[in-house]
C-alpha cells in the first residue's frame, strides 16, 4: 500500500506478557518515528530511526521498551513485562527529509494495546 | 511540563461558518508547526504546516496564523464543513537535535453541525 501500516491494530495482554508491535513504513521513508497515545492526550515521542540508525530513544519510558529496524524499512516496537499504564494507542510515523528542510511525517492507523 | 498546549478541548461550529482553533508553545526553538487532523480508530493525518519564518500560510480552506511574540498560533477553516468534524491537533518540532520529533497538544474536538 501507500500508506504507513501496523499491525496488529488491536492488542490484548496480561499483565506480564511481552508483546511486539510492527510497522511498515512508507517505502523509501528514511526516518521512522515511534509515539504513544495515551487516552485524551496527544501523542508523545518514543523513538526515532534514521535508516537502521536509532538516533534518539529518548523518549522510551523505561528499559521494558525495546524498538529496532535492522534492515532500514520495517520496524518493530517491543515492550517486556507490559504493565497496565503501558496501556495506550502506540503510533508509527515515517519522514522522507530533505537535508536542512523540516517534513512532515505519515502517521499509520496504530496499535492499541489494552493491558489486563 | 506541556510545551504545546491547545487550552479548547472542543469547540462547535455551524456549517459554512469559520472555525477557529488555537495553541500556544512555550519553547522559543520550535521553528515548525504543524496541524494534524485525526479521525476515530485512523492516525493523525496531516494538513498544514508554517515555518517560523513566515506568519501565515494558506491552503485552500486552511489557513494558519504564527504570532511568535505571542508563541501562539491558530488554525482558521473556512468555511467549515461537517467532514472537518475530527480531532485536531497542534504540533512543534526544532531542528536543534536533528531528531525533527514532534511535540503535540492534546487536542481540540471539532464538531461541525450541519
Known amino acids: 500500500g501507500a500508506g504507513v501500516s501496523q499491525s496488529p491494530r488491536y492488542k490484548v495482554a496480561k499483565r506480564g506478557q511481552d508483546v511486539a508491535l510492527r510497522c511498515d513504513p512508507i517505502s523509501g521513508h528514511v526516518s521512522l518515528f515511534w509515539y504513544q497515545q495515551a487516552l485524551g492526550q496527544g501523542p508523545e515521542f518514543l523513538t526515532y530511526?534514521?535508516?537502521?540508525?536509532?538516533?534518539?530513544k529518548s523518549g522510551l519510558p523505561s528499559d521494558r521498551f525495546f524498538a529496532e529496524r535492522p534492515e532500514g524499512s520495517v520496524s518493530t516496537l517491543k515492550i517486556q513485562r507490559t504493565q497496565q499504564e503501558d496501556s495506550a494507542v502506540y503510533l508509527c510515523a515515517s519522514s522522507s527529509p530533505k537535508a536542512g528542510a523540516h517534513n512532515e511525517q505519515f502517521f499509520g492507523p496504530g496499535t492499541r494495546l489494552t493491558v489486563l | 511540563d506541556q510545551q504545546v498546549k491547545q487550552n479548547s478541548p472542543s469547540l462547535s461550529v455551524q456549517e459554512g461558518r469559520i472555525s477557529i482553533l488555537n495553541c500556544d508553545y512555550t519553547?522559543?526553538?520550535?521553528?515548525?508547526f504543524l496541524w494534524y487532523k485525526k479521525y476515530p480508530a485512523e492516525g493523525p493525518t496531516f494538513l498544514i504546516s508554517i515555518s517560523s519564518i513566515k506568519d501565515k500560510n494558506e491552503d485552500g480552506r486552511f489557513t494558519v496564523f504564527l504570532n511568535k511574540s505571542a508563541k501562539h498560533l491558530s488554525l482558521h477553516i473556512v468555511p467549515s464543513q461537517p467532514g472537518d468534524s475530527a480531532v485536531y491537533f497542534c504540533a512543534a518540532s526544532t531542528e536543534i537535535g536533528a531528531t525533527n520529533k514532534l511535540i503535540f497538544g492534546t487536542g481540540t474536538l471539532l464538531a461541525v453541525q450541519p
Open positions: 530511526f534514521q535508516n537502521e540508525a536509532q538516533l534518539d
Open positions: 519553547n522559543s526553538m520550535f521553528d515548525y
